[in-house]
């Protein structure tokens, strides 16, 4: 085998090995980018939480409140105007301090106009009308934030999720290493301390798997406080 030969095998092998490796790294990175890839669950969590979470009613009412203010205001045109009536008795008893309060008769009705009321309408309503808006326009801007918040939370959870799968087949291939290195030390074939290296990993990936565990319950229960349901009841 020529010196030429010697060089380019090894480097072909080398750089089949390296495709191979980084294949699986992007494959590993790439686990929960199927989760996150399905926009129907998104919209789902994203609706459910519109329709269950308290503060959402709460700014629908305030637009509701506003939107009845609008045709009180209207309503109160009639405020500018004041009806009076006085009815004086067709034979009356004359009065002797004010004897001219008897030269009229029977029933006397009279309309007054306020001016000052009636100009003001127009802008009145318009402020009602404004106040309509600026209620919805905080109503949106609270969809837009709470359907954000969603989406954080549900890919927190998926962060979570793939985080536990990871330590699952961590702390399984540290106990496979560790049922094996422990018969190969009671057969002596291991030392003390390579047993006890492994034990000790074994133990901190089952610590760090609980862990895992726990976050995976509280960013469920994260996105659950959003949707006001349980996260099954919505993913399908």
């Known amino acids: 085998m020529t010196l030429r030969k010697k060089i380019i095998l090894p480097l072909i092998l080398i ?40 503060r959402v009613r709460y700014f629908q009412n305030r637009v509701s409140v506003a939107s009845a203010n609008v045709s009180k ?21 004359i009065n002797p301090v004010n004897p001219t309060s008897t030269y009229f008769k029977g029933l006397q009705a009279g309309v007054f106009l306020n001016v000052g009321t009636l100009v ?30 969603v989406r954080r939370r549900y890919y927190m959870y998926i962060q979570r999720v793939g985080e536990l799968k990871l330590q699952i087949r961590a702390a399984e291939d540290t106990e496979a290493q560790l049922k094996d290195v422990k018969y190969k030390f ?11 290296k492994v034990l000790i990993q074994f133990t901190e990936h089952q610590q760090t798997k609980v862990q ?3 976050n995976v319950f509280i960013a469920k229960a994260d996105v659950e406080e959003l949707i006001g349901t349980n996260l099954e009841n919505v993913i399908k």
């Open 15 to 54: 750089i089949f090995l390296y495709s191979k490796v980084g294949a699986q790294t992007i494959s590993t990175q790439a686990t929960i980018l199927p989760e996150l890839s399905k926009a129907d669950n998104l919209q789902r969590l994203v609706d459910t939480a519109i329709k269950n979470y308290p």
């Open 73 to 93: 205001v209207k309503a109160s045109w009639l405020d500018a105007l004041t009806l009076s009536y006085v009815y004086q008795p067709s034979d009356p008893t």
């Open 120 to 149: 003001a309408k127009p802008w009145a309503v318009k402020q009602a009308k404004r106040e309509v808006l600026v209620q919805q326009t905080e109503q949106e801007e609270y969809i837009i934030t709470l359907s954000a918040e």
């Open 186 to 196: 009671e057969k002596g074939e291991e030392t003390f301390d390579s047993y006890s």
């Open 212 to 214: 895992a565990e726990a």
